[in-house]
């Protein structure tokens, strides 16, 4: 069973930035891919970015040249660098993981989220 810390959410102005971190942890997991979504009031629950053990990467139209995902896989930590946030950048942010166990099955979890709210 794998867990996923978040951490760095909070209020932030506009045009402002914040860093997003989530850390796993478990026992006998090999972390595959890891990832932010997000979901703000009424709305579903969209993809922010997601990275790869291997790096490679790929970003929500909507964050692209604002956002930076990046993977430090010896602590099994994915980041979420925010620059130049934007209001409808508010929203409960949520890590996920994807991971392979022993027995040969992929998974994946969730964070429990963190909250960005951006502010004039």
């Known amino acids: 069973q794998v867990q996923l810390v978040e951490s760095g959410g909070g209020l932030v102005r506009a045009g402002g930035s914040l860093r997003l971190s989530c850390a796993a942890s478990g026992s006998a997991f090999s972390i595959a891919a890891m990832g932010w979504y997000r979901q703000a009031a009424g709305k579903q629950r969209e993809l922010v970015a997601k990275?790869?053990?291997?790096?490679?990467?790929n970003y929500a139209d909507s964050v692209k040249g604002r956002f930076t995902i990046s993977i430090d896989n010896a602590k099994n930590t994915v980041y979420l660098q925010m620059n130049s946030v934007e209001h409808e950048d508010t929203a409960v942010y949520y890590c996920?993981?994807?991971?392979?166990?022993?027995?040969?099955?992929?998974?994946?979890?969730w964070g429990q989220g963190t909250l960005v709210t951006v502010s004039s």
């Open positions: 990275i790869t053990t291997g790096g490679s990467s």
């Open positions: 996920n993981a994807g991971y392979g166990t022993p027995l040969a099955e992929y998974l994946e979890t």
